[in-house]
């Protein structure tokens, strides 16, 4: 019956018919659509309250919100994303004896954090942004030392620059030990450097350092070019790929067994001339090559398109206008990467309050899955199984193995198979079957029984006829059941 279901939504569109023109109330919804982890009665009350500029301005500035306290409390338990790299090492090490702590204690804090996070935190957009910037600088949790780097990384270098400069937020991440490490920059040595060292240790030592150091490796330079910066095949070269790799020999780890840190070691350094996009760098520096590049890179003007298109795929369109881009990325230009201004750029544009966008979106495992809990009112106790279901879906948290991150394009997430998860899910959620998650539907629905109530209550706007009458010919009289089939609809995938 189920798939038969699904058949049936899957021959409504996706992307029904928008507006003409946006009214107050689909205004309202749409920012907290865009702008949260999914739109709840409380946000809605905010938004018509402040007005939807203010209340847009207020995540702007997530330090003007009081966070909800009961999160705080709750966070105040994951002891781990406290610790530093040097506490995690010693606590939880990765060859565990007799009374060491579970490494798999590290991730389980981590990721239900994160999704606490996102279903509680009052700083709605600070929490996209962490999200959206952890997905665009990827670090693969499971990837050897990452296992107790990826906590710091992110509590360190990703969330203090969310809505920051994003020179700052680039530097913060190509220093840290868990970049290092996951694109194997911390081992990248010139040739001739490499045989330098090798004659500086004794036979034993130099074994272990050629182990270790195995001349220059370009993964963080490509990577830094293709997905941190300008973008793929986006004026420059692969000599320029082999050029950067230069600069930043040297910018390696220390301590990385006991206490990681950035460290510039100068004899693991390529001091001689180099060239990277056009620009001559002369011989004989140290670490300011690999800073100049970063600067040059935040200056460059496909940055500033590339970057602002990626915040405007996230938050308005799979295929944004190019007027949005150009102005968003006239303001990065302008403010030298001030995040802030250029979202605040976006979200005050014609484009975003398009009625074309409306609905238009649609959500990614881990905003779908937020967005149920919080439309529910779900209670939390254990994320576990909902870990799980994120594996399902096909986006499990901070274990993205490609430092791609996960695509927020439509076609990467409304296969059937995708939407058929999606939709037991919402099935298993209102009916309680999800361990650690309980929720009380009587009291989310306010004893609503009709599905048009139902579907109203859990999308906060008026279904559309043809999902209506798909649920309607399949649920019968049963609260729970229209409700999860609303979860799995095509509408409510949408935001």
């Known amino acids: 019956m189920l798939r038969q279901f699904l058949a049936l939504l899957l021959s409504l569109s996706l992307f029904p018919a928008a507006p003409t023109k946006l009214n107050k109330d689909q205004r309202a919804l749409h920012a907290a659509s865009r702008l949260t982890f999914g739109p709840t009665v409380t946000d809605l009350a905010a938004i018509h309250k402040l007005g939807v500029d203010k209340w847009i301005e207020q995540q702007l500035h997530p330090e003007t919100i009081p966070e909800n306290p009961a999160l705080l409390e709750r966070l105040k338990t994951f002891e781990t994303l406290q610790l530093s790299n040097k506490d995690l090492i010693a606590q939880y090490p990765r060859k565990a004896g007799k009374g060491a702590k579970n490494v798999q204690t590290v991730y389980r804090e981590l990721a239900e954090a994160k999704l606490l996070r996102a279903v509680h935190s009052t700083h709605q957009l600070e929490e996209l942004m962490a999200d959206f910037w952890y997905n665009h ?39 840290h030990p868990a970049m290092l490490f996951y694109l194997d920059n911390w081992t990248s040595v010139s040739a001739e450097n490499l045989d330098n060292l090798r004659d500086r240790f004794q036979r034993k030592k130099a074994a272990a350092k050629k182990k270790r150091a195995a001349g220059l490796n370009e993964n963080y330079a490509r990577e830094l070019l293709e997905l941190h910066t300008l973008g793929v095949d986006n004026g420059y070269t692969q000599t320029d790929v082999t050029e950067v790799a230069r600069c930043f020999t040297g910018w390696t780890i220390d301590g990385l067994r006991d206490d990681p840190k950035f460290l510039f070691r100068p004899l693991m350094h390529d001091r001689k001339a180099k ?69 605040r750029t976006m979200l005050k544009s014609p484009e975003f309050w398009a009625a074309s966008t409306y609905n238009a979106k649609v959500k990614m495992p881990f905003e779908m899955v937020a967005s149920a809990l919080r439309a529910t009112n779900a209670t939390v106790t254990n994320s576990a199984a909902i870990q799980q279901e994120f594996r399902a879906q096909g986006q499990p948290l901070y274990r993205k193995g490609e430092p791609t991150g996960y695509s927020p394009m439509a076609e990467e997430w409304t296969n059937s198979a995708a939407l058929l998860s999606r939709m037991n899910f919402g099935l298993a959620l209102v009916q309680n079957k999800v361990r650690g998650t309980r929720i009380d539907l009587t009291q989310t629905l306010a004893n609503k029984t009709k599905p048009t109530e139902i579907a109203q209550a859990l999308l906060l706007r008026a279904p559309a006829p043809e999902t209506l009458r798909a649920i309607e010919s399949k649920s019968e009289t049963n609260p729970a059941q229209i409700a999860g089939l609303v979860l799995g609809s095509p509408e409510f995938q949408r935001r």
């Not at 780097?149 to 969310?162: C, G, K, M």
């Not at 990277?276 to 800073?291: I, K, M, N, T």
């Open 275 to 343: 060239t990277v996009l056009g620009q001559a760098f002369l011989p004989g520096r140290g670490e300011e090559d690999g800073l100049q590049v970063i600067d040059m890179l935040v200056r460059h003007p496909a940055t500033a398109k590339f970057i602002s298109t990626k915040l405007a795929q996230r938050f308005v369109a799979d295929t944004p206008p190019p007027a949005l881009i150009t102005k968003m990325a006239a303001t990065f230009t302008k403010t030298q990467g001030d995040i802030r201004e250029v979202m």
């Open 137 to 175: 600088f990827n670090v693969f949790f499971d990837k050897g030392a990452d296992r107790l780097l990826v906590t710091s990384y992110e509590r360190d270098a990703i969330r203090p620059h969310v809505l920051g400069n994003f020179k700052n937020l680039l530097l913060a991440t190509t220093k």
